[in-house]
């Protein structure tokens, strides 16, 4: 069931309450995760006709014709990377930065990286407003992540590739993980867990969902 839309004279602690049982509700159960999705107000990186409905598990458009993820997909990607607290992360697909900033309450270091430069600008800018300043954001190709901050203890990828990509893989720590939407199709992806043991690279597959594909290069914005 969604949560009801918000309104003008709705109370703030009780949207969050709203905001918290939805994720609960929908497995996000992680005590950390839920501290750090409640600590970082998603209405701040939903702008326009939208941005009533920011706290709704939905996702929204944004600039540069790409999505917000909803919520809950949010927590539950968060919840399957683990973070932990001496983690160094790297995202891949900034978007809006709201994965970034709950990244950035769970780790020691989040780089992130989009192929539309202004998502990346946005982004920063709210960053800094928000003073999350373990946050390191710039426009590159995500496809081939960023191997001058290789290697990375968790990597998340936030838009659909048809296989894991091998050069997220080969910059993943051992022991380390990676989160990422794969499918061939923007109908038919799974969520994957890939996980680096000392025997190669394991893989659970989580739940269905959909994504923005991985585009390779820069975009021209």
């Known amino acids: 069931m969604s949560e ?6 709705d109370d703030p602690a009780e949207r969050k309450m709203r905001f918290l049982f939805a994720l609960r509700s929908r497995g996000v159960t992680d005590a950390r995760v839920l501290t750090a999705m409640e600590r970082v107000g998603r209405g ?15 996702p929204l458009p944004i600039s540069c014709g790409q999505t917000i993820s909803q919520p809950s997909v949010v927590g539950l990607m968060t919840q399957a990377l683990n973070v932990q607290p001496r983690d160094v992360v790297l995202e891949v ?12 309450h769970l780790a020691r270091r989040v780089y992130t990286i989009d192929r539309h430069r202004r ?14 300043t373990n946050i390191t954001a710039v426009a590159r ?13 968790r990597i998340i990828v936030t838009a659909a590739a048809e296989d894991p990509p091998g050069p997220l893989m080969a910059q993943l720590k051992p022991g380390g993980i990676m989160v990422v939407p794969v499918g061939q199709s923007d109908a038919v992806q799974s969520l994957i867990k890939v996980t680096r043991g000392p025997n190669g690279f394991e893989y ?8 923005v ?5 820069l975009a021209s914005e």
């Open 4 to 9: 009801a839309p918000d309104h003008p004279q």
């Open 44 to 58: 701040a990186f939903v702008r326009g006709i939208f941005a009533e409905r920011a706290y709704e598990d939905m």
């Open 93 to 104: 697909g900034t978007g809006s930065g709201y994965q970034a900033a709950i990244l950035s």
């Open 119 to 132: 998502l990346v600008r946005e982004a920063i800018d709210l960053f800094r407003a928000m003073d999350l």
């Open 141 to 153: 190709d995500g496809s081939f992540g960023w191997p001058e901050q290789a290697p990375f203890d």
């Open 204 to 211: 659970d597959e989580l739940r269905p969902v959909r994504f």
């Open 213 to 217: 594909p991985l585009v390779e290069g």
